[in-house]
């Protein structure tokens, strides 16, 4: 059974910096294509960045810059290093595995994690 399970939700001022993980449990973080999304209230669900399997790694124009996404193959954990942060990244936060198609407009998903709440103030 998969799953993927978040850490390091969180409140932080704009400008400041944030964490999130994403441990995987009967998946392998490496296998394919794992990505990060998020979502607020009444709106569906935007791609954030991925990383393929082979450590490549695609972000949004939103992001570009400030977000990172990597992956520590030993522990089987995903991160998505958020810095800078705006209120307007103020969102519940996605990890996602088994990525297919475009990962920013995914065709399908094969498994998601429970979701991280991320709050930015001004």
């Known amino acids: 059974q998969v799953q993927l399970v978040e850490s390091g939700a969180g409140s932080v001022e704009s400008g400041g910096s944030l964490t999130l993980s994403c441990a995987a449990y009967?998946?392998?973080?490496?296998?394919?294509?794992m990505g990060w999304y998020r979502q607020i209230p009444g709106r569906g669900r935007l791609g954030v960045g991925c990383?393929?399997?082979?450590?490549?790694?695609t972000y949004a124009d939103s992001v570009k810059g400030r977000f990172t996404i990597s992956r520590d193959n030993e522990k089987n954990t995903l991160f998505l290093q958020m810095n800078s942060l705006k209120p307007e990244d103020t969102a519940m936060y996605y990890c996602a595995a088994d990525v297919r198609g475009y990962c920013l407009l995914p065709e399908d998903i094969g498994y998601w994690g429970q979701g991280a709440q991320v709050t930015v103030s001004s």
């Open positions: 009967g998946y392998s973080v490496r296998s394919t294509t």
């Open positions: 990383i393929g399997s082979d450590g490549g790694t």
